[in-house]
């Protein structure tokens, strides 16, 4: 079963509800190690590390220990958009050897409906082996989906004609200067521009979440920084997608407020996500269809 | 794309089946041993059945002196497992063989004759130490290279008739390979063979094992195997890491970086043997040096280093195959990389082609201009 969205306590429910009904000896868990969750339950279990899953000294005892009595949890694991991803790969030769697989993941995807394929080839590798996504998929497995519904808060931030010369002549020395560099640093660096212009608009009774602590104010944390169940205002975007997924899944926000200057890189990050958002919600509108 | 298919036979029932009509069809039979764990399976399976049709085949090992301890102990065991069923065929002639650790002695002459102690070990009492076939009917592939490890498997095979080579080549290490394998069989229906001259074929019987279909049958057949595995296992080495190779040529010389561990007086051997073995054990893993991944911060970029490597290649007799070749690729960073990494792995053989295509990075650099 492939459940999305959920939360620790729904997930520990699942998974008593799935021992009540199965005669299971031993549980493994396959997790992430920023999201080290814990569930309580009376069998056997043992988590393993999503780092490990590849090593041979895993690899060989699971194979042998896992069997049809054992239950899989792949908890929260799609780390790479790379389908072929050698720990993806071992994870299948594990679930291969039980029909018993409880499969979480908070979003269905890291960037595009193609994802959800990482997610269906633990379910099924042999059924779904270089196959593209359907959404007919959805329908076939047994997948629930909670959506978590974002939504975007544009706060403006007033930007000088300074700024904005300030903008341009720092992304041409970017590109002149560019050398070895792969471009795809140039918005990166902008963006932290583009943030330091919005240090005006910050307040101080008020969390902030920036790409590093380089505006030196308390209430403004890094991404490794932040806490659980905060409300934060995000200066900068991380520009890994699924870094901010990370943010959002550990946090739990789903309102995302946005200081936004008028400088195009902003525009650039506000088009992304939204196009992002629209990926997201199409794939929870057709999975709702079967539901 | 290519696919595995299940049905209901196991690879095991299928290579046995594959095996026996090797047997009926073919009266000589040659197994090409590596001392690596899919040529050991092969070995044991193919000399089982030798045993029990009173059968000799041959066990053909082509010795490139610079190998593992393990291997070559590994290699003995299979000679001897069936001693009543098998033909030796461990060959120990002079061969050319790439150093991609050295600039200055870009070639290793292994069994070089008159330099006997300075070997990394004897040779074999019982091996074959002089060309079994007709030096006026040698062939060589490149003669500037000179008599290489191909050059000696290919004589080897046509200096022989009638014969079936068995070969552990496994699909899932390579499906390219495999699939100009698979093109046109050797022999009957058998798409698992090749042609060869001189009414020869090569077959491969383990094509559609899988790396754990392999180490199971040496498991449940309590098989020793290549202590070099072990070795890597414990040190942590991922499943696509861990293999018994070669130890300098260009595509392996990687191996060195762990060899003092594994190995020490393999390792302190080979440090008398060849020059470059310290570069390849310090440098083998490093994105700077030979992985040739990240551009030492003294150039301005991949094309200066190039120049810069070009302009001080130490051996005047092969700089020239460099110079020719680079000057019909197109000249920008993402060719240069690949070029330097052809200078550092003195990879005059063009071992390593060289991708001669318009920059990637441009396209996105465009992009980002029209968006920012």
Redesign the interface.
Same mark, same amino acid.
């Given at each position: 079963m492939i459940r999305i969205g959920f939360t620790q306590k729904q997930k520990q429910n699942i998974i008593n509800d799935y021992l009540a009904e199965h005669s299971i000896k031993k549980i493994y868990c396959f997790y992430y190690k920023n999201f080290p969750y814990r569930y309580k339950v009376d069998t056997e279990i043992e988590y393993i590390e999503y780092a490990d899953i590849?090593? /041979?000294?895993y690899? /060989?005892r699971l194979?042998e220990e896992i069997d049809d009595s054992s239950l899989i949890i792949i908890d929260e694991l799609m780390r790479t958009q790379n389908r072929s991803e050698?720990i993806y790969n071992?994870s299948h030769?594990y679930l291969n050897q039980t029909p018993h697989r409880i499969i979480f993941e908070y979003f269905p995807i890291i960037e595009d409906k193609e994802d959800f394929m990482i997610l269906l080839n633990f379910e099924n590798k +042999?059924k779904y082996?270089?196959k593209s996504f359907d959404y007919v998929y959805l329908k076939d497995e047994d997948v629930i989906m909670y959506p978590r519904k974002l939504k975007l808060n544009i706060i403006n931030v007033e930007t000088t004609e300074k700024e904005k010369e300030r903008y341009e002549k720092r992304?041409e020395k970017l590109?002149d200067t560019?050398? +070895?560099k792969?471009?795809?640093t140039?918005?990166r660096d902008?963006q932290l521009f583009a943030g330091d212009c919005k240090k005006k608009a910050i307040e101080s009774d008020k969390l902030y979440v920036a790409r590093n602590k380089r505006l030196k104010l308390d209430n403004v944390h890094s991404y490794q920084e932040v806490e659980k169940r905060k409300d934060y205002i995000v200066v900068d975007f991380h520009y890994r997608r699924l870094n901010f997924n990370d943010f959002l899944k550990f946090t739990g926000i789903t309102k995302i407020e946005y200081l936004c200057t008028q400088l195009? %890189?902003d525009n %650039?990050m506000v088009n992304e996500f939204i196009k992002w958002k629209a990926r997201l919600d199409a794939i929870y509108a057709q999975a709702s269809l079967y539901k | 794309m290519l696919k595995q298919v299940y049905t209901n036979e196991s690879v095991l029932e299928a290579t046995k089946r594959r095996i026996e009509a090797v047997f009926d069809d073919w009266e000589n039979i040659v197994v090409s041993i590596s001392g690596g764990k899919d040529s050991t399976v092969l070995a044991h399976l193919a000399l089982q059945e030798a045993h029990k049709r009173n059968r000799k085949i041959g066990l053909f090992f082509l010795d490139e002196e610079v190998v593992y301890e393990s291997t070559v102990n590994q290699i003995r065991y299979l000679m001897n497992l069936y001693p009543e069923n098998t033909n030796k065929l461990w060959l120990q002639i002079e061969l050319h063989l790439t150093n991609a650790t050295s600039l200055t002695e870009g070639q290793l002459i292994c069994w070089e004759r008159g330099k006997h102690k300075i070997w990394m070990r004897s040779k074999e009492p019982d091996s074959i130490q002089y060309k079994p076939w007709d030096k006026e009917k040698e062939t060589i592939r490149d003669k500037n290279k000179g008599f290489g490890f191909y050059d000696a498997l290919d004589n080897f095979q046509n200096s022989r008739k009638d014969t079936c080579f068995l070969v552990g080549l496994r699909a899932t290490e390579s499906m390219n390979r495999w699939r100009a394998v698979a093109k046109n069989p050797g022999h009957k229906d058998w798409f698992w063979s090749t042609k060869g001259q001189n009414g020869n074929i090569s077959a491969y019987p383990l094509y559609d094992w899988n790396f754990h279909d392999v180490w199971k049958y040496i498991y449940d057949n309590n098989l020793k195997y290549s202590k070099i595995y072990d070795y890597q296992f414990k040190k942590g080495l991922s499943i696509n890491e861990i293999r018994v190779s070669s130890l300098i040529h260009e595509k392996s010389f990687k191996a060195l970086v762990e060899l003092p561990e594994f190995e020490p007086k393999t390792y302190d051997k080979l440090l008398k043997r060849v020059g470059g073995i310290a570069v390849g054990h310090l440098y083998g893993k490093d994105s700077k040096m030979l992985r040739t991944r990240k551009l030492p911060k003294n150039f301005k970029d991949w094309r200066e280093y190039r120049d810069f490597l070009l302009s001080t290649y130490p051996d005047e007799s092969k700089k020239w195959i460099f110079e020719k070749r680079f000057a019909r690729h197109l000249d920008n960073n993402y060719v240069a990389r690949q070029q330097c990494r052809q200078l550092l792995l003195n990879d005059y053989e063009n071992n390593l082609p060289v991708k001669n295509d318009v920059d990637p990075i441009e396209k996105i650099k465009e992009k980002w201009r029209a968006l920012l």
């Amino acid at each position: 079963m492939i459940r999305i969205g959920f939360t620790q306590k729904q997930k520990q429910n699942i998974i008593n509800d799935y021992l009540a009904e199965h005669s299971i000896k031993k549980i493994y868990c396959f997790y992430y190690k920023n999201f080290p969750y814990r569930y309580k339950v009376d069998t056997e279990i043992e988590y393993i590390e999503y780092a490990d899953i590849e090593m /041979y000294k895993y690899f /060989y005892r699971l194979l042998e220990e896992i069997d049809d009595s054992s239950l899989i949890i792949i908890d929260e694991l799609m780390r790479t958009q790379n389908r072929s991803e050698l720990i993806y790969n071992c994870s299948h030769h594990y679930l291969n050897q039980t029909p018993h697989r409880i499969i979480f993941e908070y979003f269905p995807i890291i960037e595009d409906k193609e994802d959800f394929m990482i997610l269906l080839n633990f379910e099924n590798k +042999n059924k779904y082996h270089g196959k593209s996504f359907d959404y007919v998929y959805l329908k076939d497995e047994d997948v629930i989906m909670y959506p978590r519904k974002l939504k975007l808060n544009i706060i403006n931030v007033e930007t000088t004609e300074k700024e904005k010369e300030r903008y341009e002549k720092r992304k041409e020395k970017l590109f002149d200067t560019l050398g +070895n560099k792969h471009p795809d640093t140039i918005p990166r660096d902008l963006q932290l521009f583009a943030g330091d212009c919005k240090k005006k608009a910050i307040e101080s009774d008020k969390l902030y979440v920036a790409r590093n602590k380089r505006l030196k104010l308390d209430n403004v944390h890094s991404y490794q920084e932040v806490e659980k169940r905060k409300d934060y205002i995000v200066v900068d975007f991380h520009y890994r997608r699924l870094n901010f997924n990370d943010f959002l899944k550990f946090t739990g926000i789903t309102k995302i407020e946005y200081l936004c200057t008028q400088l195009s %890189v902003d525009n %650039v990050m506000v088009n992304e996500f939204i196009k992002w958002k629209a990926r997201l919600d199409a794939i929870y509108a057709q999975a709702s269809l079967y539901k | 794309m290519l696919k595995q298919v299940y049905t209901n036979e196991s690879v095991l029932e299928a290579t046995k089946r594959r095996i026996e009509a090797v047997f009926d069809d073919w009266e000589n039979i040659v197994v090409s041993i590596s001392g690596g764990k899919d040529s050991t399976v092969l070995a044991h399976l193919a000399l089982q059945e030798a045993h029990k049709r009173n059968r000799k085949i041959g066990l053909f090992f082509l010795d490139e002196e610079v190998v593992y301890e393990s291997t070559v102990n590994q290699i003995r065991y299979l000679m001897n497992l069936y001693p009543e069923n098998t033909n030796k065929l461990w060959l120990q002639i002079e061969l050319h063989l790439t150093n991609a650790t050295s600039l200055t002695e870009g070639q290793l002459i292994c069994w070089e004759r008159g330099k006997h102690k300075i070997w990394m070990r004897s040779k074999e009492p019982d091996s074959i130490q002089y060309k079994p076939w007709d030096k006026e009917k040698e062939t060589i592939r490149d003669k500037n290279k000179g008599f290489g490890f191909y050059d000696a498997l290919d004589n080897f095979q046509n200096s022989r008739k009638d014969t079936c080579f068995l070969v552990g080549l496994r699909a899932t290490e390579s499906m390219n390979r495999w699939r100009a394998v698979a093109k046109n069989p050797g022999h009957k229906d058998w798409f698992w063979s090749t042609k060869g001259q001189n009414g020869n074929i090569s077959a491969y019987p383990l094509y559609d094992w899988n790396f754990h279909d392999v180490w199971k049958y040496i498991y449940d057949n309590n098989l020793k195997y290549s202590k070099i595995y072990d070795y890597q296992f414990k040190k942590g080495l991922s499943i696509n890491e861990i293999r018994v190779s070669s130890l300098i040529h260009e595509k392996s010389f990687k191996a060195l970086v762990e060899l003092p561990e594994f190995e020490p007086k393999t390792y302190d051997k080979l440090l008398k043997r060849v020059g470059g073995i310290a570069v390849g054990h310090l440098y083998g893993k490093d994105s700077k040096m030979l992985r040739t991944r990240k551009l030492p911060k003294n150039f301005k970029d991949w094309r200066e280093y190039r120049d810069f490597l070009l302009s001080t290649y130490p051996d005047e007799s092969k700089k020239w195959i460099f110079e020719k070749r680079f000057a019909r690729h197109l000249d920008n960073n993402y060719v240069a990389r690949q070029q330097c990494r052809q200078l550092l792995l003195n990879d005059y053989e063009n071992n390593l082609p060289v991708k001669n295509d318009v920059d990637p990075i441009e396209k996105i650099k465009e992009k980002w201009r029209a968006l920012l």
